[in-house]
């Protein structure tokens, strides 16, 4: 099936400091991908939808000053956290949906800790 | 707003068959999925099933959608040891965006 890479899977930074993460379709081209948010024991909260050469869509309650979002090919899309905080320590997920729009195809995930 | 509700513990023997439900608001919904995470991992999509069928099979799982009533099970025959995990239901909702349940954490003793 289609592989969704993200990157970095786990990374540790100092408040106040940013952290990007990436999303990558390997094998498929995706319009959109989207990112999701999940708290220890809990489901993921969708942050945002990204979308090919267009600004990102935020859910309500998703700081998009805090959260930038660039989508800038098909196959790319990253997540900055800006000035992180520890409250943003979190499990963060982006997926992608192949052209076909029944699938939607998960990264691994990355555990960002803010120390 | 939409929602996504699963009971959150199910605990089975290795070898029974494990029934997870969730229920789910938005009838407009094409797809709902079902998917499988395992401790600090992604998510892996297990199978999904259309809106306009009752049941989906493969192989050790059967999905059934009762759209009526709006609700969705998975059914794992004769569970393992490695089907310890958290599944997700989830409906997809306004361009592709999904909307998850609570995960239900199964638990399988040997």
């Known amino acids: 099936g289609a592989v969704v890479s993200q990157h970095p899977s786990w990374v540790i930074c100092k408040s106040g400091t940013s952290v990007k993460i990436e999303c990558r379709s390997l094998?498929?081209?995706?319009?959109?991908m989207f990112w999701y948010r999940q708290f220890p024991k809990q489901s993921l909260m969708l942050m945002a939808t990204s979308n090919e050469g267009s600004k990102a869509t935020y859910e309500q309650g998703v700081e998009k000053d805090k959260f930038l979002i660039n989508h800038a090919s098909l196959t790319l899309s990253t997540l900055t956290v800006t000035s992180a905080h520890p409250e943003d320590s979190s499990f963060y997920i982006c997926s992608a949906r192949d052209v076909t729009d029944t699938e939607a195809f998960f990264g691994q995930g990355t555990r960002l800790t803010v120390v | 707003g939409e929602d996504v509700e699963q009971s959150l513990f199910l605990s089975v023997r290795e070898g029974d068959s494990s029934v997870i439900n969730c229920t789910y608001t938005d009838s407009s919904s094409t797809y709902l999925y079902w998917y499988k995470q395992e401790p600090g991992a992604g998510l892996q999509l297990l199978t999904y099933?259309?809106?306009?069928?009752d049941m989906k099979q493969d192989q050790r799982l059967t999905v059934l959608l009762n759209k009526k009533d709006k609700h969705l099970s998975l059914r794992i025959a004769d569970t393992q040891t490695g089907d310890s995990a958290i599944y997700f239901c989830?409906?997809?909702?306004?361009?592709?965006?999904?909307?998850f349940g609570q995960g239900t954490e199964l638990s399988v003793k040997p």
């Open positions: 094998d498929f081209q995706a319009t959109t």
């Open positions: 099933i259309f809106s306009n069928m």
């Open positions: 989830a409906e997809d909702y306004q361009g592709g965006k999904l909307i």
